[in-house]
């Protein structure tokens, strides 16, 4: 392992987790995730031998089949992952916060019912919350779910699901006005509601009037399926109400993307190890003016920094981890961890592309794909605009002045 991004404090096993997967990925994912990704092909190999690790349930508690690892063992798999081919990372971290949701605030039998099928990989989680004009504000959700008599009768269009096709299990966030004054606040008129389906894409088979169009064609992050949802007249049973009660549904996504930024903070911090390391070696066999061009002091200084960038994400991305795993609101560590991370992966790689110079244009290097995959971190999971908004609202809680 490089002497960049070590974390002080594993333990034995979480030690021997990440050294399987960083070897899994070396093995199975690097050889081919340029290929896949250039054809936008789902990586269906890569995803059964991360069935066969036990990823799928690395967060999943012992006592429905998982691993019951923490956060941080997550986020540093994710880094692993990423560091091969991010888009594997996303097939899993919406898997993972549907499930975290389950555990959190699920209902006895919900957690029963679906988590040991999560665990093992069966049944696979997308989540919708995001919507065709909604951007970052969740409180115009439109989506509604009418209450009648035991089931709720859901309506609406929903956009930006990661899984949205391969996924058997979604969890959508709707509005239901059901017991709620006329000037209740927007997010106590939200419900997150379990929706099982079929895999697959156009009208579902196993779930009248839900359709899952296509995949959205992305300038990267491509092989795994980003898709739109259409809901006409979806009844769900009141018992797939997220937790068995509703207007609880904001908080339980908001919940789920907390958890979620410190998912794409560690998937920066693995996109920018991986493009420091594409630009290290290259500057190494380049040769200009008689010299590789890692002698040049002008690249040292590019290389100097890339590397203090990638360090730097690190250590904040394992500290949001941690803080959320010692039971403390998390908010603040992991929008500056998310903040930092996504801006410094684009940096990162933008300098390693420069560094390959026109070959970095070129479809034969790998830096090429990273330089697509980078924008998406920039938005992801909210963008740095709301990551400071959230920061600047949590430090004046912190340092507001008394009297």
Known sequence: ?????????????????????????????LPVATDLEHRDEYPTAIVEGLKDLGIFGLMIPEEYGGLGESLLTYALTVEELSRGWMSVSGIVNTHFIVAYMLKQHGTQEQKDYFLPRMAAGEVRGAFSMSEPGLGSDVSAIRTKAVREGDAYVINGQKMWLTNGGTSSLVAVLCRTDEGQ???????????????????????????????????IEKMGYKGVDTTELILEDVRVPADRVLGGVGGRGFYQMMDGVEVGRVNVAARGCGVARRAFELGISYAQQRHTFGR???EHQAIQFKLAEMATKVEAAHQLMVNAARTKDSGQRNDL???????????????????????????GFSKEYEIERLYREAPMLLIGEGTAEIQKMIIGRRLLEEYRIQG
Request: net charge negative; aromatic share 8%.
């Open 181 to 215: 004054p006329a000037d209740a606040p927007p997010h106590r008129s939200m419900t997150t509601f379990l929706i099982e389906k079929e895999p697959g894409f156009g009208p579902n088979a196993k779930v009248s009037g839900l359709t899952v169009p296509g995949k």
């Open 1 to 29: 392992m490089s002497r960049l991004a070590r974390t002080d404090g594993l333990t034995d096993v979480q030690q021997e987790i990440l050294a399987t997967v960083r070897s899994f990925v070396d093995k199975e994912i």
């Open 333 to 359: 560590e992991a929008g500056m961890a998310k903040y930092l991370a996504a801006e410094y992966c684009k940096e990162v790689v933008e300098d390693a592309f420069r560094i390959h110079g026109g070959y």
């Open 292 to 294: 590789p061009i890692a």
